[in-house]
């Protein structure tokens, strides 16, 4: 006899205590069951906020990881411990030999405030929090960066260069990026890792122009991820929460092209709405959470032998907590 996941997860949920959360790149299948949804902000505020002990995670490794550092007294499991390409291109001896770049090039360490995308590594967040520093996402860099100015040190930006640079862009900072070209952090506000998402280096300005051609009038919206040459052509660049905000806020008659992940452009408004691309954007570890993934974790709590347990050790917890609070606290 096939087993039907949706009404056993819901079963194992409500017996269990347990909040199941999902990115909005999720597939929809596991979108759907999910209790809190939301971009990488609002998931960890509103994580931090349940009641329930256990979490199960659908999303990807940091993700997990920062509900652990926000909230350690909670039991987080994943279905997939599934890693984000970009936060996989930094871990702690990156970031070291970031900062010492900085230092041979004249600039003192005390003078360096790093600031981390969370779309990285707890032992990454937790260097930077030693530091003095701050994780921010896609929805807060600007407020973050704003915050970090004020200290009147050079930033350190990692992982995401491009994130980096469209802040810096917006905000009127001059930005380099380590190994491309000259990157003297002397004459820099922002100085970026070489990071970036594979999935959003898929939207091209040449897509831009086709879309704009074929539909004049038509609006370009895109996730900050993408590469800046793009977010400068867009119309609008945002997180995932406010992509889907604009885009609900339109005309129904207005056309969009949207620059962002597959699954989440998918769910948008029906009529004309576009995916930005000739390719499908998926972002292939949020993609491998499946509806059978989810129902195992589940499971497995029932079972009394938990699977995929997100552990942190607990130096790491208390400094990557430092740097997401002081992210919290300016939010
Ligand atoms: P958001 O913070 O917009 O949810 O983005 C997370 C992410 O991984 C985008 O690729
Ligand atoms: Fe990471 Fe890019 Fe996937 Fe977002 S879309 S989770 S940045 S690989």
Redesign the pocket.
Known sequence: MSIDYRSEIERIKKSQGVTVVA???QRDEVFEMADIT??????ARRCKADTNPWVVFC??GF?GQSVKVIAPEKRVLMPKIAC?A?ARMIDGSYFDESVNYMVERGVPKENILPITY??SDASVKAKVGEMGGMVC???NAYKIIQKGLESGKKILFVPDRCLGQNFAHEMGLRSCVIGEGECDPKEADIICFNGF?S??QLFTVDDINFYRERYPGILIAV???CDPAVVQAADFA??????IKYVDALDPEQKVAVG??YNLVNRMREKNTYVLSSTKPE?PT?NETTLEDLYRTLKSIEDGKPINEIVVDEHTVKWANIALERMLEIQ
């Open positions: 990115h909005f790149y939301g971009d990488s902000l609002e998931l999303g990807v993700m984000c970009m969370i779309n996402t896609s929805s998402c999935v959003h996730h900050p991820e945002g997180s995932t929460s406010q992509l962002t992940e972002c949020m």
